[in-house]
């Protein structure tokens, strides 16, 4: 069994700053890519950031600049730290890994970020 946990979400007010948190747990042995994901009321579920177990890094247009994802591979977490935050970014943000050999993909429950004055 593999978890995925979320943490850090919250109400926040417009150019505040907030830092999410992702750990993995359960049978695992490696994580190839993990990243953050969010989904706003009424729209799709879209890619926010990623990190490659390199540590290479690919970020949403939306939010370069502003956001940054971090990597901690001996504790299997991954962190987003979200600065400059805008009412626009509300949503809920997801962690997702993909696990080797077969690239099985898992989802966190997710985390509540609302920014609003």
């Known amino acids: 069994q593999v978890q995925v946990v979320e943490s850090g979400g919250g109400l926040v007010q417009p150019g505040g700053s907030l830092k999410l948190s992702c750990a993995a747990s359960g049978s695992i042995f490696s994580i190839n890519d993990m990243g953050w994901y969010r989904q706003a009321p009424g729209n799709e579920r879209e890619l926010v950031a990623s990190?490659?177990?390199?540590?290479?890094?690919d970020y949403a247009n939306s939010v370069k600049g502003r956001f940054t994802i971090s990597r901690e591979n001996t504790k299997n977490t991954i962190y987003l730290q979200m600065n400059n935050l805008k009412p626009e970014d509300t949503a809920v943000y997801y962690c997702?890994?993909?696990?080797?050999?077969?690239?099985?993909?898992?989802w966190g429950k997710g985390t509540l970020v609302t920014v609003s004055s």
């Open positions: 997702r890994i993909d696990v080797p050999p077969n690239g099985m993909v898992y």
């Open positions: 990190v490659t177990g390199a540590g290479i890094t």
